[in-house]
């Protein structure tokens, strides 16, 4: 039996789509669409999915938003809303397992052993269904926990807040160059959320070509930092990353030396870059 056959990806995939399981399913979905307008079209758990393969990604926003309403109650009704926010994100937990192993084995490299899921390290023990079970329980606790005021990107909101509490539970600090958490660029959150995802989006690639770049010594540890709280730190603007103003709080110098510092990394990295296209 493959690894994959016995996951816990797979095993709660099997779990959910049980004849009872759908029809409880059903039966809430039918009861909710006939008073919530964000519901109207989603009546059934087979509506759901096709609305969720569609393109239409503020429908699924809505849809999402109003899933995860209702599992913020704690009554049964909240936790069959949660199980149906959970399947709606599954795709996308393969591909929070990649970065999340990515990343803390980068964090092994650069800042030493962390303790993993299983307290052994993440390199040494660690394997990739310990993760992949670890980060189930993470989106679920965001599910449950999610903070109702962030109307909008609710998908990527969830799959940044999965991936942050994985790396923290994990002991990686990531605020260090090495260990950032890759948030979710455009081709990442326009994608249909019933769709698998099989290529690797933008962020990921930025991710690996961080990690090289450090390992190779294209990037120095204040290039590093600063392009890592840039793109994967916590503050950002209007326009999805960190601003000068912002890099420079956080670093304690001016908006013009943070500016300057953030010009020559980018610099850096792309000159990097042109070698790592190179050897791949």
């Known amino acids: 039996m493959s690894a994959s056959a016995c996951s816990p990806l797979t095993a709660l995939q099997r779990q959910l789509a049980r004849p009872k399981v759908l029809e409880r399913f059903d039966a809430a979905l039918c009861s909710w669409s006939e008073h919530d307008t964000a519901l109207a079209d989603v009546g059934s758990h087979h509506q759901l999915t096709d609305v969720l393969s569609g393109r239409d990604y503020a429908r699924h926003d809505e849809v999402l938003y109003a899933l995860l309403q209702r599992a913020a109650i704690e009554r049964d009704e909240g936790a069959v809303a949660a199980q149906l ?37 993440v390199s040494a023990n660690e394997t990739n269904t310990d993760v992949q079970a670890a980060v189930i329980g993470h989106l679920w606790e965001q599910i449950r926990c999610y903070p109702l005021r962030r109307r909008h990107h609710v998908a990527a909101n969830l799959v940044r807040d999965t991936q942050r509490s994985a790396l923290r539970a994990l002991g990686v600090d990531t605020s260090q160059v090495a260990a950032e958490v890759v948030s979710i660029d455009d081709d990442a959150v326009h994608r249909p959320l019933a769709e698998v995802q099989t290529e690797r989006d933008a962020s990921e690639q930025l991710l690996e070509l961080l990690s090289w770049a450090v390992e190779q010594e294209w990037l120095d540890k204040q290039e590093a930092a600063i392009l890592t709280a840039r793109y994967f730190g916590e503050d950002m603007g209007r326009d999805g990353v960190a601003t000068d103003r912002q890099l420079g709080a956080l670093f304690g110098v001016s908006q013009p030396t943070a500016t300057r510092r953030r010009n020559r990394a980018l610099d850096t990295l792309a000159n990097a870059g042109r070698e790592w296209q190179r050897q791949c």
């Open 85 to 121: 926010a959970l399947n709606a994100m599954l795709p996308a937990v393969p591909g929070i397992v990649g970065r999340v192993i990515r990343a803390t084995r980068a964090a092994l490299g650069a800042f030493g052993a962390r303790r993993g899921v299983t307290g052994g390290g």
